[in-house]
């Protein structure tokens, strides 16, 4: 298993940007799956974008393509999630995890969790 931490989370105004990183301990980090997910108060956690071992794939909720991309160092073990055109709607705690799939949008399927870094954005 691998051991997960977020960072880059804040508060900032609708329209603006934010990157945020998850950095991974643990071995073979290019042999597994990554994935972003968010949780705002009072919902369930939803998928925001996932990225293949190699990174040659990746995937996003519908409501997230064009704003924000996802992307992989293989070398640093780490996962960033490069989010634009920010709404507050987007308010969550963002989760990175990692799933022995090659790629998955389903929550289900992550075996490691990061402890999530919080996004507020303001209108």
């Known amino acids: 298993q691998v051991q997960l931490v977020e960072s880059g989370g804040g508060l900032v105004q609708a329209g603006d940007s934010l990157k945020l990183s998850c950095s991974a301990s643990g071995r073979m980090f290019s042999h597994y799956g990554m994935g972003w997910f968010r949780q705002a108060p009072g919902k369930e956690r939803e998928f925001v974008a996932a990225?293949?071992?190699?990174?040659?794939?990746?995937y996003y909720a519908d409501s997230m393509k064009g704003r924000f991309t996802i992307s992989r160092d293989n070398v640093k073990n780490t996962v960033t999630l490069q989010m634009n055109s920010l709404r507050p709607e987007d308010t969550a705690v963002y989760y990175c995890?990692?799933?022995?799939?090659?790629?998955?949008?389903?929550?289900?399927?992550?075996?490691?969790w990061g402890p999530g870094t919080q996004v507020i954005v303001s209108s």
């Open positions: 995890a990692a799933t022995y799939f090659d790629i998955s949008s389903t929550s289900s399927r992550y075996n490691s």
């Open positions: 990225i293949s071992g190699s990174g040659g794939r990746d």
